[in-house]
């Protein structure tokens, strides 16, 4: 009886002192808007964290000194001293033309956070300024953890890879709101102009359980720009060597000190028919897209309150094939091959955020977001239509437990989905069906606030045809020493495979498609469930007096279901079947990151994957995937001049190793490939002139080399005959491409 009484008076006592040993604040911008990512630090010290998305803080007291430093992006940074425990709030102002020189080389264009349970970076706008990053999925050129590749030779789409697997085990976010999935998994990330994009948080490895229980090898979070904060206006304009043309344009309104609006137009089209390797096809598709955001933003920080709504539209057309394809007269025919996919999306969303006044730590959130995904297409003799009605909601609610080294999200979500889905191929069926799920979720989140945190996640959820399931995942981190953070990782998935919507490339070749499955609730397959287990370290460090850092790290992905996408069990056919047996997908990547001297930075990375597959004809490595890559990323800027003159370098050279190619052994002999791709490297570049604040233009290139791969198209000579194949693409098929752009805004 006496041992407990003492140890509960020593559990009071610790959870008092625990309490005094913190100070929690919130950063706000001159209109009280809250700042996300805002850095927080005491002076000479590697005691720091990152404001959450209330602007809120909590750090630990320094024995060492009472100077907090405040620094954001744009802002003045601000070092105030601290006296007591009172909670702050800490309002920053935002720099001018020749602050703005100061704050912006301080920080880099990438952030890999120190502080944080999950391996999470982040990607500000001077990293997608570096390339010319018309849209999301083009903006990862110049980051190592994530592999971009063309889907096949006809579309022109590019495809995202983490961790060795492709986008749909990927849960692919917009500020948090589940975005590309479903219907819109082939080209949903080209319809994100990379204007309208503020940031992008790459997570590795199983994400948190908010955000639901599709994600398996990672999660992108895109976020877009926030009204409050916006430019009254802003235009860029883009034109390449493809003919392919550019436009975007924002509107920024303020209503009053609390209402804000930004109108956000894209225009894109490419007018020209190149056929670079003279094999009768284009070599990317024309077409064009109109894409409208009205974004809406009302803050009220003296009373806790953050809501934003968006409205959006947007219509994409492309026509893809023989250059001789006429759509009016050869359109299911066998005059000439050719394809057209028609796309419109309707999107409305909402997300609202209130923090307890009085308990600033304390919060609650409600998500909500309607999405029409129609999708009219078809690939020679083929065709894919697919109309998908999207309902997704989420509430949430955020408090601690007894101090703040003990927080907890909980919630609640609700996913809808209604699709008309038709395929004619070598058969004709309407997959039309309703997905809905509802779940439950409960995170904690303890941090010592100092070297050791562990986020651990369970959700459980009742979906009509996966049934009822259970996902864990855990998050740790441990800081072993100054600058230096070891995380590890470990969470389950579980996702529907929507077979016809993620493999829209095979459907430009002849190949017959077959279901072996038929007893299961999704294409007569089950779902898809998987673990992934990660470990990372990174640890930063001087070099001659310079910044550098290292970054390791390790994952694997087990399937214990997958629906298998088998190419290889006859090159005239694509089979469809439940794993038996064993797929992992193995991925190690070490970066060694410096900064040469004052402006000049270098980013290398070696990445080594090992993903195999059970398939019918035996284990097999993955085809179309390199085993071993390089990158490297080397910048450089000059000093900016008193009316903010400056010029801005960027190069990027990606190696791939050579890659297994789907077996073609069974082909007549002029329509066989090698058993491997050969190995190449791409060089991309781009030069910025700014000629002011409010004034820049940039020239660039990609694949200078002038790489192209050989027989990019299977039998493009008889596109209506049994071996034809577009899908088999290892490498660039348009060559080098050089572009030309501006960049003005009036602040």
């Not at 436009?247 to 804000?260: P, Q």
């Amino acid at each position: 009886m006496y041992k407990k009484l003492i140890y509960l008076l020593v559990l009071i006592t610790s959870v008092a002192q625990a309490q005094n040993e913190v100070i929690k604040g919130k950063i706000v911008d001159e209109n009280n808007v809250t700042l996300l990512g805002a850095n927080v630090y005491w002076l000479n010290t590697n005691i720091g964290v990152v404001t959450n998305e209330n602007g809120e803080f909590t750090i630990k007291k320094s024995q060492e000194t009472t100077s907090l430093v405040v620094s954001y992006i744009g802002f003045n940074t601000r070092k105030i001293e601290v006296i007591d425990d009172t909670f702050l709030t800490i309002k920053l102002k935002a720099v001018e033309e020749l602050s703005t020189v100061t704050v912006s080389k301080t920080l880099k264009s990438t952030e890999h956070s120190l502080f944080k349970a999950t391996n999470v970076q982040t990607m500000g706008q001077k990293e997608l300024l570096k390339a010319a990053c018309c849209n999301i999925s083009e903006s990862f050129s110049t980051n190592p953890s994530i592999d971009v590749n063309y889907s096949d030779a006809v579309t022109g789409n590019k495809q995202i890879k983490m961790l060795g697997l492709t986008s749909p085990y990927i849960l692919i976010a917009e500020e948090n709101i589940p975005s590309v999935r479903g219907a819109s998994q082939a080209y949903g990330l080209s319809f994100v102009p990379g204007t309208w994009v503020e940031s992008i948080q790459i997570t590795k490895g199983a994400g948190s359980v908010i955000n639901g229980y599709e994600s398996i090898s990672g999660q992108i979070n895109y976020e877009i720009l926030k009204p409050a904060n916006d430019d009254p206006f802003f235009v860029n304009a883009y034109a390449d060597a493809s003919q392919r043309y550019e436009l975007n344009t924002h509107f920024n309104t303020k209503y009053s000190d609390k209402l804000s609006s930004t109108l956000f137009l894209h225009g894109n089209t490419r007018l020209g028919k190149n056929d670079n390797n003279a094999d009768g096809f284009l070599d990317n598709p024309v077409g064009k897209q109109i894409n409208i955001l009205n974004r809406w933003q009302y803050t009220d920080a003296e009373n806790g309150i953050v809501s934003f709504l968006n409205l959006r539209y947007m219509n994409d057309d492309k026509q893809a094939g023989q250059v001789a394809f006429n759509p009016d007269t050869d359109k299911f025919t066998t005059n000439a091959w050719g394809s057209e996919i028609n796309t419109e999306k309707f999107e409305i969303s909402n997300k609202t955020g209130y923090v307890f006044p009085d308990m600033p730590y304390q919060s609650i959130g409600f998500q909500n977001s309607f999405q029409s995904h129609n999708q009219e297409s078809y690939f020679g003799l083929n065709q894919y239509d697919i109309d998908q009605k999207s309902l997704y909601s989420n509430l949430l609610f955020s408090s601690i437990i007894t101090n703040t080294k003990n927080k907890f999200t909980t919630g609640i979500n609700f996913t809808y989905d209604k699709y008309k889905e038709f395929v004619a191929v070598n058969f004709s069926k309407d997959f039309s069906r309703i997905d809905n799920s509802v779940g439950a979720f409960f995170e904690y989140d303890y941090d010592n606030l100092d070297n050791f945190q562990i986020v651990a996640g369970i959700r459980v959820d009742n979906h009509n045809r996966l049934g009822t399931f259970v996902t864990p995942r855990v998050h740790v981190r441990y800081n072993p020493w100054k600058d230096a953070v070891l995380r590890t990782s470990i969470g389950r998935g579980k996702r529907a495979a929507n077979l016809f919507a993620e493999n829209q490339q095979l459907f430009a070749s002849s190949r017959s498609f077959s279901i072996l499955n038929t007893d299961g609730t999704l294409y007569g397959l089950n779902p898809e469930i998987a673990w992934n287990y990660g470990v990372s370290f990174i640890q930063n460090f001087k070099v001659f007096g310079k910044d550098a850092d290292v970054v390791l790290d390790y994952y694997r992905t087990d399937f214990q279901n997958q629906a298998v996408v088998d190419v290889d069990f006859s090159p005239q056919q694509v089979v469809f079947y439940n794993l038996e047996g064993k797929s992992v997908a193995n991925s190690f990547q070490a970066e060694f990151n410096i900064e040469l001297k004052k402006h000049l930075n270098l980013k290398t990375a070696y990445k080594y994957y090992d993903v195999n597959t059970d398939y019918l004809v035996g284990n097999l490595q993955k085809a179309l995937q390199a085993k071993n890559r390089f990158f490297a990323n080397l910048s450089f800027e000059t000093h900016i001049l008193d009316k903010g003159q400056q010029w801005k370098f960027d190069t990027t050279y990606n190696w791939l190793g050579k890659q297994r190619l789907p077996n073609t052994a069974s082909n007549l002999p002029e329509y066989r490939l090698n058993e491997f791709g050969e190995a190449f490297g791409v060089v991309n570049a781009q030069v910025t002139r700014t000629f002011s604040s409010t004034f820049e233009m940039y020239v660039g290139g990609e694949n200078m080399g002038n790489y192209k791969q050989n027989n990019a198209i299977v039998g493009a000579n008889d596109p209506f005959g049994a071996y034809f194949d577009s899908s088999m693409i290892y490498g660039p098929t348009f060559g080098s491409m050089y572009y030309v752009g501006l960049r003005f805004k009036i602040k």
